[in-house]
């Protein structure tokens, strides 16, 4: 992505942010903090929020702040007001570096095919958006709906960096050959593993390929299939079962 920006619009991308991190907040204003959090992270509400605050603070770290700056110790038991107050105050010292910085603006990143700030902005509104969902949940508020044109981005993110990319760097290798076909409305992956390792190619470069399943449906259900937040009757699938569970189960190995 480095050069003519593509995908979600970075003042766009800001403005959401914003939003997703108050609607985390405000979920945990009667929550408990031990409520479990339904899904693949394993997580209680209160660590789930204390989570998003360590990756604030990392990601500042990577934009280049210190660490006396950034650091903020809670104790040994936090009660979920000091560990919520956490991720706000360090929400909003993250939307502050993003405003004053442009999209392109050279940073390191952990993905080599893109070193800006715009990386780390679509990271963490991403990451944001996902736990934000979780914490709802568990609050036992119906959660607030995702964008379509954000969860299509939010699926590319997770297919390039993560399965694309993490799996690689993790040395997790499928156990037998696949290829899975991704879809929502106006955007397609196809997806291939292997004992060698992975790859996702872009829509454009499908058109003639037969994968040998195929998921898809409801832009906002993929997304959070794929962060293993929703069982598989959300999404629609066809094709070979044990191809899509390969998938799923790769993807769940790299965003662990």
Known sequence: MNGTEVGLDYGRMLELLGIEAQLLTAATHDAHIDAPVWGASGRTLGQTVRFLGD???DTL???GSTEAERRWDLPDRPELREVASRFAVRL???LA???ARPPHDPCPTWWPEEHTVRFWLRRMLHATTVHRVDV???AGIEPTPIEPDVAGDGIDEVLRLWFGYRLRA????ATRPCSVGVYVAGQNWLVT???NGSAVISSEDVSTTTPDAVVGGDATAVYLWMWGRLPDRAVET???PDAIAQLWGLLQLATR
């Open 55 to 57: 990756l604030c603070e």
């Open 61 to 63: 770290s990577w934009l």
């Open 92 to 94: 909003a010292d993250l």
């Open 97 to 99: 570096e993003f405003g």
């Open 136 to 138: 709802q949940i568990a």
């Open 170 to 173: 993790l040395g997790i290798t």
């Open 193 to 195: 593993a292997d004992q």
């Open 238 to 240: 066809s094709g070979d």
